[in-house]
């Protein structure tokens, strides 16, 4: 018989219900897993201050100085925004004082940093998405995901290379419009819209579900020479006219990836960021930015992969290894499979 899951919330009825705050839904939860110690939900509470805090000078950048570059660059090759320094160091240092979490991984740190040898967590981060869109006022966001620490003898044995079959809870907040935070814990995906007023995520999106078929696609088309011939003939059937398929798909592409699959999420398409001869690996990060969107959607009921494979089912290589990324409705995401495999 197999151990009960400590790490997974249980999806308990308070906690569905429309206006819960995120901290009940968190402790519902744990109430709703025997043996639960409350260090997983004491990990979650402090990701969300993390991000509550980084919101706060993100609404803030323009009158904070807060926008621009801080004139170094990451171990990407990609200059670093002061609004990228702020929010790794705001998750980190929470993260740190919080305890719970033994180590990071972080698209602004080099190297993964263990924060407590005592800890039974790992956190994989890509604190401030869509850097380039900061300055000009267009939604940018946090991806993380949790794993469990593998600590014998106080030594780290195992860190964040770890396949996303593995993740505990995965999660995006996007700074928008409004700011929300979708999460699961492994019993689908919830999504919470930030309350200014009060300071408090509360539940406004219960149970969400991708479409299994959408009418939208998104792609850099900016690409178009760089991309082999099956990802052309893809983009030339999405786009052509086929009313018996609902074709063409229109086209939303706006360069933040929380921002397009946020969208995708929602309303069902497809999201593609598939290989060319620039990026010939791909260009997102498998940890801490593929591995947690493709969790997040197999848990609303779609689907991701790197145009053939399963992005979950990769076993990562490197900290900060590089993927092509598919993710959204399952219909749209097979049809973009067989062009890839020659099935079209």
């Known amino acids: 018989m197999q151990p009960p899951n400590y ?23 744990m109430r709703g897993s025997p043996g639960a110690t409350g260090e997983f939900a004491t990990l979650l509470n402090s990701i969300s201050l993390a991000v509550r805090l980084i ?8 009158l904070a100085g ?22 790794n160091d705001v ?37 401030l998405d869509g850097s380039s869109n900061i300055d000009v006022n267009i939604s940018i966001g946090t991806i993380f995901c949790i794993l469990r620490a593998h600590n014998v003898g106080g030594r780290l044995i195992e860190g964040a290379l770890q396949s996303g079959e593995k993740i505990l809870a995965a999660g995006y907040v996007v700074y928008g419009s409004a700011t929300t935070l979708f999460l699961s814990t492994g019993n689908g995906v919830q999504g919470f819209t ?9 539940l406004s999106h219960p149970d969400v579900k991708c479409p299994s078929r959408g009418n939208t696609y998104s792609i850099n088309e900016g690409n178009f020479g760089r991309w082999d011939d099956r990802v052309r003939r893809w983009n030339a059937w999405i786009k052509g006219e086929d009313k018996a398929r609902g074709l063409p798909y229109g086209h939303r592409y706006v360069g933040s990836l929380v921002a397009d699959a946020h969208r995708t999420l929602m309303k069902g398409g497809i999201f593609a960021y598939p290989a060319d001869s620039k990026s010939p690996r791909g260009k997102l990060r498998l940890l801490y930015e593929a591995n947690p969107m493709a969790y997040l959607f197999e848990q609303a009921g779609g689907r991701a992969t790197n145009g053939v494979d399963r992005i979950l089912s990769i076993e990562p290589k490197g900290l900060h290894e590089r993927t092509p990324l598919v993710l959204g409705s399952t219909d749209d995401v097979l049809a973009f499979q067989e062009f890839m495999t020659g099935k079209r």
Do not use: W
């Open 7 to 29: 790490d997974s919330l249980s999806p308990a009825a308070p906690s569905s219900i429309v206006g819960t705050s995120l901290e009940a839904h968190i402790m519902a939860g």
């Open 55 to 62: 919101h706060t000078r993100v609404r803030a950048a323009g």
């Open 66 to 87: 807060m926008l621009g570059y801080t004139g170094e660059t990451n171990v990407q090759g990609e200059k670093v925004q002061k609004l990228d320094a702020f929010a």
């Open 91 to 127: 998750l980190c240092t929470v993260l740190e004082r919080g305890g719970r979490c033994a180590m990071v991984a972080s698209e602004e740190l080099d190297q993964a940093r263990v924060l407590s040898e005592t800890g039974k967590y790992i956190v994989c981060f890509d604190p």
């Open 194 to 202: 930030l309350d200014p007023g009060v300071g408090e995520f509360f």
